[in-house]
């Protein structure tokens, strides 16, 4: 058995019944002379000390607990517990010592003093009481607390002594007893009426709970949890209950018995999570009925508040009612969030009617307007319940805005409200944003999304997204990289750019980015339109000169997913637009640094290497072998010089084995074949999604015309961007290369700087769109930027 298996922690139970650490050691189950039978033995991990020698005898009651716990006692109060660290080693001692006594080792309890006093029990008289209680005076205070907690242990006793209380109406009378002690500042009195009121709750007993939590007797409960002996001072929570805890009714409640339901429920919430101290090990099942009474209140309180239907339908008159004050508005939406909250403990049927109550009454349009507002605890509660919803039934949120869309405009819908959210997040973190995105990211899964004869929830909602939404997300991206946001490296006569990215513009982009990645994976058709139509990768493509490495890695991500697609019409937009200059520039400019920029890269490399894509390599070689021949620390690029020069090679033998005659047809043919293949993209992707073809994304806007609210946030980041601008950093650029041909063959030299001109009419030569308002005509025209080769 490995030394994790017996490593075990050894307990000891105290004079004031609570469970003492006596260390952590490695233990045995072996036979020892002196103490002339097989022993359990503990040694200390420090110092090989002995910890624990005990003697496995026949009688003792040795009981297995939550899978890891063996527990006994060797004297009438002496007990011992063992705590292991994994289950296995639990199992092996037990199996032994269950061995030992000749028991079955798949019981829990060896049980022979537990059947010793249940045939005792059994014996009595069954009108003799199974426990005696002492008579509930001051003097027998100290005797009624040894009691409750001598019996802890005992799962029969607790259970006799939680009868006896019920049937006595004891409780009640200890109550009484509190009163008098607190009037006569019975400070000894008060301590022992702590451990008796904190053994009753440990007896986890639902009939005690009922008289104990009741408006009669919860106050005076609590007020003997403040004793607790080892403070010096009592704590004040019932002053914390009645005077700094106030119940606030959005909309008054009619029904006395729903509002008893909800003080209780929030007293002992409050008990449990505050005045009690956190159970031990030993202790983390005593207050499982209490748990689950809060559980069932919770689910009572949502069940009433469901079937009042006036109720409801005034508390969503008053969200979305204009006359509404900010502060009544503010207690109306924590309320929901509340309510959804509390929701999740109902089971799946009743909370699926729950949902569809609220969406009855008008939720959805009610988040709308509240997540546009101004107060940010609002938004915050607001979005809370939002992501409540989409958790629920992401389809429903779905359907409404795709309705929503017949009847407004983008700039009003709910998920273009909830992308300028998350845009527009103030929080420095963007821990609002990240909510958001998660979100989003959620409604646009095509995992989620349901597919009927009739109806195709995948299309429709694409389409949408798509068509109405995008433009919203992409608006940030497009925005900082656009060329008059970049700026040119100062004092350089390189053409790099750098973007003016501050830290949370950084990672407002990243969030941005990971979610085009996640649609590049999952939305293969209409983000292949929406990245040719606005050239969305050469934009991306910018942030590989951030300053912030974490974004660079974005950018880059966000490629090693288009290719990895192996789809050519991917691999001609890219080597047609010389795409890779951006990456390889990178990988340069970073030099021999080790990190995991330079992995990435080499990675994507050697993805092209591996899945042998030959129209990529065959662009790589021929552009940038010059660049990268000099790195040998991996044999990534000389990998792909090997696969280009043998590609090569059988290329000419085809030719040398085609007759002269056709030879001269060669071109013609291979033309044909290409527009054939483009012709084949779209009525593949058709069948590969089951998707109506979605015509090129809709324009409205001109690109620099994004929602007013980013214009807002741009202008907030002004600030901390000036102060967070980097000196520009100069960036290294390839040389000029010749083409790498193995044989010698002489062909046209090219450069990395050859000029590549993405016109309106034919993007890079590959497909033709309409025309596309969003771009500047400036940035159509112009030729891209030339790199230089050489260090």
């Given at each position: 058995?490995?030394?994790?298996?017996?490593?075990?922690?050894?307990?000891?139970?105290?004079?004031?019944?609570?469970?003492?650490?006596?260390?952590?050691?490695?233990?045995?189950?072996?036979?020892?002379?002196?103490?002339?039978?097989?022993?359990?033995?503990?040694?200390?991990?420090?110092?090989?000390?002995?910890?624990?020698?005990?003697?496995?005898?026949?009688?003792?009651?040795?009981?297995?607990?939550?899978?890891?716990?063996?527990?006994?006692?060797?004297?009438?109060?002496?007990?011992?517990?063992?705590?292991?660290?994994?289950?296995?080693?639990?199992?092996?001692?037990?199996?032994?010592?269950?061995?030992?006594?000749?028991?079955?080792?798949?019981?829990?309890?060896?049980?022979?003093?537990?059947?010793?006093?249940?045939?005792?029990?059994?014996?009595?008289?069954?009108?003799?009481?199974?426990?005696?209680?002492?008579?509930?005076?001051?003097?027998?205070?100290?005797?009624?607390?040894?009691?409750?907690?001598?019996?802890?242990?005992?799962?029969?006793?607790?259970?006799?002594?939680?009868?006896?209380?019920?049937?006595?109406?004891?409780?009640?009378?200890?109550?009484?007893?509190?009163?008098?002690?607190?009037?006569?500042?019975?400070?000894?009195?008060?301590?022992?009426?702590?451990?008796?009121?904190?053994?009753?709750?440990?007896?986890?007993?639902?009939?005690?709970?009922?008289?104990?939590?009741?408006?009669?007797?919860?106050?005076?409960?609590?007020?003997?949890?403040?004793?607790?002996?080892?403070?010096?001072?009592?704590?004040?929570?019932?002053?914390?209950?009645?005077?700094?805890?106030?119940?606030?009714?959005?909309?008054?409640?009619?029904?006395?018995?729903?509002?008893?339901?909800?003080?209780?429920?929030?007293?002992?919430?409050?008990?449990?999570?505050i005045i009690l101290p956190t159970p031990s090990v030993f202790?983390?099942?005593?207050?499982?009925?209490?748990?689950?009474?809060?559980?069932?209140?919770?689910?009572?309180?949502?069940?009433?508040?469901?079937?009042?239907?006036?109720?409801?339908?005034?508390?969503?008159?008053?969200?979305?009612?204009?006359?509404?004050?900010?502060?009544?508005?503010?207690?109306?939406?924590?309320?929901?969030?509340?309510?959804?909250?509390?929701?999740?403990?109902?089971?799946?049927?009743?909370?699926?009617?729950?949902?569809?109550?609220?969406?009855?009454?008008?939720?959805?349009?009610?988040?709308?307007?509240?997540?546009?507002?101004?107060?940010?605890?609002?938004?915050?509660?607001?979005?809370?319940?939002?992501?409540?919803?989409?958790?629920?039934?992401?389809?429903?949120?779905?359907?409404?805005?795709?309705?929503?869309?017949?009847?407004?405009?983008?700039?009003?819908?709910?998920?273009?409200?909830?992308?300028?959210?998350?845009?527009?997040?103030?929080?420095?973190?963007?821990?609002?944003?990240?909510?958001?995105?998660?979100?989003?990211?959620?409604?646009?899964?095509?995992?989620?999304?349901?597919?009927?004869?009739?109806?195709?929830?995948?299309?429709?909602?694409?389409?949408?997204?798509?068509?109405?939404?995008?433009?919203?997300?992409?608006?940030?991206?497009?925005?900082?990289?656009?060329?008059?946001?970049?700026?040119?490296?100062?004092?350089?006569?390189?053409?790099?750019?750098?973007?003016?990215?501050?830290?949370?513009?950084?990672?407002?982009?990243?969030?941005?980015?990971?979610?085009?990645?996640?649609?590049?994976?999952?939305?293969?058709?209409?983000?292949?339109?929406?990245?040719?139509?606005?050239?969305?990768?050469?934009?991306?493509?910018?942030?590989?000169?951030?300053?912030?490495?974490?974004?660079?890695?974005?950018?880059?991500?966000?490629?090693?997913?288009?290719?990895?697609?192996?789809?050519?019409?991917?691999?001609?937009?890219?080597?047609?637009?010389?795409?890779?200059?951006?990456?390889?520039?990178?990988?340069?400019?970073?030099?021999?640094?080790?990190?995991?920029?330079?992995?990435?890269?080499?990675?994507?490399?050697?993805?092209?290497?591996?899945?042998?894509?030959?129209?990529?390599?065959?662009?790589?070689?021929?552009?940038?072998?010059n660049a990268l021949e000099s790195i040998e620390y991996v044999?990534?690029?000389?990998?792909?010089?090997?696969?280009?020069?043998?590609?090569?090679?059988?290329?000419?033998?085809?030719?040398?084995?085609?007759?002269?005659?056709?030879?001269?047809?060669?071109?013609?043919?291979?033309?044909?074949?290409?527009?054939?293949?483009?012709?084949?993209?779209?009525?593949?992707?058709?069948?590969?999604?089951?998707?109506?073809?979605?015509?090129?994304?809709?324009?409205?806007?001109?690109?620099?015309?994004?929602?007013?609210?980013?214009?807002?946030?741009?202008?907030?980041?002004?600030?901390?961007?000036?102060?967070?601008?980097?000196?520009?950093?100069?960036?290294?650029?390839?040389?000029?290369?010749?083409?790498?041909?193995?044989?010698?063959?002489?062909?046209?030299?090219?450069?990395?700087?050859?000029?590549?001109?993405?016109?309106?009419?034919?993007?890079?030569?590959?497909?033709?769109?309409?025309?596309?308002?969003?771009?500047?005509?400036?940035?159509?025209?112009?030729?891209?930027?030339?790199?230089?080769?050489?260090?």
């Amino acid at each position: 058995m490995s030394d994790t298996r017996r490593r075990v922690k050894v307990y000891t139970l105290n004079e004031d019944r609570q469970w003492d650490d006596r260390g952590t050691g490695h233990v045995s189950c072996t036979y020892v002379e002196r103490l002339k039978g097989m022993s359990l033995l503990v040694r200390a991990e420090s110092d090989g000390s002995l910890l624990l020698e005990s003697k496995i005898n026949p009688n003792t009651a040795y009981q297995k607990q939550q899978d890891t716990l063996i527990v006994w006692s060797e004297a009438e109060n002496y007990d011992l517990a063992l705590s292991f660290q994994e289950k296995a080693g639990c199992d092996e001692i037990w199996e032994k010592i269950c061995q030992v006594q000749g028991k079955d080792p798949s019981v829990e309890v060896t049980q022979d003093l537990i059947e010793s006093e249940e045939e005792h029990i059994e014996e009595m008289p069954e009108t003799s009481p199974l426990i005696d209680l002492p008579t509930c005076e001051l003097n027998k205070l100290e005797e009624i607390a040894d009691l409750v907690t001598s019996v802890l242990s005992s799962p029969i006793r607790r259970e006799k002594l939680a009868l006896a209380l019920e049937n006595e109406g004891y409780i009640k009378k200890l109550l009484q007893l509190f009163q008098v002690c607190e009037n006569l500042e019975n400070t000894e009195g008060l301590h022992h009426l702590y451990e008796i009121i904190r053994g009753i709750l440990f007896l986890n007993k639902a009939t005690l709970f009922e008289v104990m939590f009741s408006d009669e007797c919860i106050m005076d409960v609590v007020g003997c949890l403040e004793y607790d002996p080892s403070l010096a001072q009592p704590k004040r929570h019932r002053e914390f209950l009645t005077k700094t805890a106030k119940f606030k009714e959005v909309i008054p409640i009619t029904d006395s018995e729903l509002r008893q339901k909800i003080h209780q429920t929030y007293r002992v919430q409050y008990i449990q999570d505050i005045i009690l101290p956190t159970p031990s090990v030993f202790e983390e099942n005593f207050l499982s009925t209490l748990t689950s009474f809060i559980f069932f209140n919770k689910v009572e309180i949502v069940s009433m508040l469901q079937e009042d239907e006036k109720f409801l339908s005034e508390v969503f008159a008053q969200l979305t009612d204009e006359a509404t004050d900010d502060d009544k508005r503010c207690e109306l939406v924590n309320f929901f969030k509340e309510f959804c909250a509390f929701s999740q403990t109902l089971q799946p049927q009743n909370r699926d009617a729950f949902f569809k109550t609220l969406a009855k009454l008008g939720i959805l349009p009610a988040l709308e307007i509240v997540m546009g507002m101004d107060d940010l605890q609002v938004r915050s509660a607001a979005t809370d319940i939002f992501s409540y919803l989409v958790e629920f039934s992401p389809s429903m949120v779905r359907e409404f805005v795709m309705q929503e869309a017949q009847q407004s405009d983008d700039d009003i819908l709910l998920i273009n409200v909830v992308i300028e959210q998350m845009i527009c997040d103030t929080d420095p973190e963007l821990g609002g944003a990240v909510q958001l995105m998660g979100l989003l990211r959620t409604l646009i899964d095509p995992e989620n999304m349901l597919a009927t004869a009739n109806k195709t929830e995948k299309s429709e909602f694409l389409n949408f997204f798509y068509n109405h939404c995008m433009h919203v997300l992409t608006a940030p991206l497009l925005a900082n990289t656009s060329e008059d946001k970049c700026e040119k490296v100062v004092g350089s006569t390189k053409s790099n750019t750098i973007c003016p990215d501050n830290y949370q513009t950084a990672q407002l982009l990243a969030l941005i980015l990971e979610l085009l990645t996640f649609c590049v994976e999952h939305h293969t058709y209409h983000i292949k339109n929406y990245i040719m139509n606005k050239d969305l990768l050469r934009r991306v493509l910018v942030l590989m000169n951030s300053k912030h490495t974490f974004l660079a890695l974005c950018a880059l991500r966000f490629m090693r997913r288009i290719i990895g697609l192996k789809d050519e019409f991917y691999n001609r937009y890219i080597t047609k637009g010389n795409l890779f200059e951006p990456v390889i520039n990178a990988l340069l400019d970073n030099g021999t640094r080790y990190n995991l920029l330079n992995s990435a890269v080499i990675e994507l490399f050697e993805f092209i290497r591996v899945e042998d894509i030959k129209s990529l390599i065959a662009h790589i070689v021929e552009n940038f072998y010059n660049a990268l021949e000099s790195i040998e620390y991996v044999q990534t690029f000389k990998g792909l010089k090997t696969k280009y020069e043998q590609e090569k090679d059988r290329q000419n033998q085809k030719l040398n084995s085609v007759p002269s005659i056709l030879r001269s047809n060669r071109f013609r043919r291979d033309a044909r074949a290409l527009e054939e293949d483009e012709e084949m993209w779209f009525n593949e992707d058709e069948e590969e999604e089951g998707e109506a073809v979605v015509p090129p994304v809709e324009k409205s806007k001109q690109e620099d015309d994004f929602p007013d609210s980013y214009e807002k946030f741009m202008e907030t980041k002004k600030a901390s961007a000036a102060n967070g601008a980097n000196g520009a950093n100069s960036k290294s650029v390839a040389a000029q290369t010749s083409p790498a041909t193995s044989n010698g063959s002489s062909s046209k030299n090219t450069t990395l700087s050859t000029a590549v001109t993405a016109s309106k009419g034919s993007l890079v030569g590959l497909v033709d769109y309409p025309d596309d308002e969003d771009d500047d005509e400036e940035e159509e025209t112009s030729p891209r930027k030339r790199p230089r080769l050489g260090s």
